[in-house]
């Protein structure tokens, strides 16, 4: 074969009695390898959405990438589903997801296309939901001794998505 031919496949079953009628693929077969896995990074999150870039991959010899794919977990560590389909958009290299669930860790991965097919899957990252906390209110002097101060504040009206830990 030579590398980025298309071919049609034909195959027939050979008994000792003789030979079937042919049946062909109905799509051409390229003989070419599918792309490399693309490096996925986050970009930022909020409470229901996580927005995402990933690396360009270099197309194997004899062809192009045609695109990419994003897949979600369900946010239970269950199956992956798409998330983002660039399938047909080989420059995009960024996506943000959104209507996840608040405080929820989601796992993402993507892959490149050609005409070969789906490449191979990136590893695997995680993407919490949640923001920075809002403001809290002003501090005011409660009272002081020599050695510390005492005050009071409004808490943060936002937790982010995540609980407040501390102030």
Excluded at 33 to 41: E, K, N, V
Excluded at 42 to 67: F, K, Y
Excluded at 97 to 111: C, M, Q, S
Aim: glycine share 8%; hydrophobic share 35%.
């Amino acid at each position: 074969m030579t590398g980025g031919t298309g071919y049609l496949i034909s195959i027939a079953a050979v008994s000792l009695v003789g030979e079937s009628e042919l049946k062909s693929l109905a799509t051409t077969m390229w003989a070419v390898t599918t792309p490399t896995a693309p490096t996925l990074s986050i970009n930022a999150t909020s409470r229901d959405s996580c927005s995402i870039q990933w690396t360009a991959v270099t197309p194997p010899t004899d062809t192009l990438i045609t695109g990419y794919v994003v897949l979600i977990d369900d946010g239970l560590s269950g199956p992956f589903n798409i998330a983002h389909d660039a399938s047909t958009d080989p420059a995009r290299l960024n996506a943000t997801i959104y209507g996840l669930k608040a405080r929820t860790t989601y796992r993402l991965t993507a892959y490149a296309l050609n005409k070969a097919g789906n490449g191979a899957n990136a590893t695997e990252i995680t993407c919490y939901t949640a923001t920075q906390p809002g403001l809290p209110g002003t501090p005011t002097w409660v009272s002081s001794t020599a050695s510390s101060i005492e005050l009071k504040w409004e808490p943060a009206y936002d937790d982010g998505g995540s609980p407040i830990k501390e102030y």
